[in-house]
């Protein structure tokens, strides 16, 4: 398997629910990132991981909680989630380097009732 | 902050008829400027990217151009087919610490058959 796997591709959680979203490279990266994808807004940046190493928060509200284990894995945890959060939510990968191509996955559509 | 405007946000052209989307940024450091597709269900895929050292970059139908003075830089997509109707973004980084890319809003390209 070839890419950027994320899962699940759909999900549905309860305001008060605890889920987490995962995402695996497959392309030897060194860089990981997640992105949030709300209607008519730009891709927004929340977190960045470069050698499992947290180098950029951006203002991420703590109800979401990134974890790197390796460079080849990257989850995205969340717990008491605003309706506000639903959105498509975008993994990425990239050579360790700055100013390199990123490669998405196909990204978790997330529903909060 | 590193700012990328994007126009137009909706294109429809006719089979064979061609496509140019144009974006600006504001950060004169920027030196990296992808351009990904994205189409419906799925996440931004890259389809071709230019770095400032270079003024045009061209792979079959596509091609980018970039203008440092004005800052800007234009997708072209000549002898548009049914299958190029997607979503388009634009976006830049700058050769620093980050690992940022900054998107433009994006593009919905429509190719009537």
């Known amino acids: 398997e070839t890419g950027v796997t994320q899962t699940p591709r759909h999900l549905v959680m309860g305001m008060t629910n605890k889920k987490s979203l995962k995402c695996e490279q497959h392309?030897?990266?060194?860089?990981m990132y997640w992105y949030k994808q709300s209607a008519k807004k730009p891709l927004e940046l929340m977190f960045v991981?470069?050698?499992?190493?947290?180098?950029e928060n951006n203002s991420v509200p703590s109800r979401f909680s990134p974890e790197c284990p390796n460079s080849s894995h990257l989850f995205l945890h969340l717990h008491t989630l605003q309706p506000e959060d639903s959105a498509l939510y975008l993994c990425?990968?990239?050579?360790?380097?700055?100013?390199?191509?990123?490669?998405f996955g196909d990204g978790t559509r997330l529903s909060i009732l | 902050g590193e700012n990328v405007e994007q126009h137009p946000s909706t294109l429809s052209v006719q089979e064979g008829d061609s496509a140019v989307i144009k974006c600006t940024y504001s950060?004169?450091?920027?030196?990296?400027f992808p351009w990904y597709k994205q189409e419906l269900g799925k996440g931004p895929q890259l389809i071709i990217d230019?770095?400032?050292?270079?003024g045009e970059k061209k792979d079959q139908r596509i091609a980018v151009t970039l203008n440092k003075t004005a800052k800007h830089f234009s997708l072209h997509i000549t002898e548009t087919q049914p299958e190029d109707s997607a979503v388009y973004f634009c976006?830049?980084?700058?050769?620093?610490?980050?690992?940022?890319?900054?998107f433009g809003s994006g593009t919905r390209l429509l190719v009537r058959p």
């Open positions: 230019i770095r400032s050292n270079v």
């Open positions: 990425a990968s990239s050579p360790d380097s700055y100013n390199q191509p990123q490669h």
């Open positions: 392309l030897g990266h060194n860089a």
């Open positions: 976006a830049a980084s700058k050769k620093d610490s980050s690992y940022k890319l900054i």
């Open positions: 950060d004169s450091a920027s030196n990296y």
């Open positions: 991981y470069s050698l499992e190493e947290r180098v």
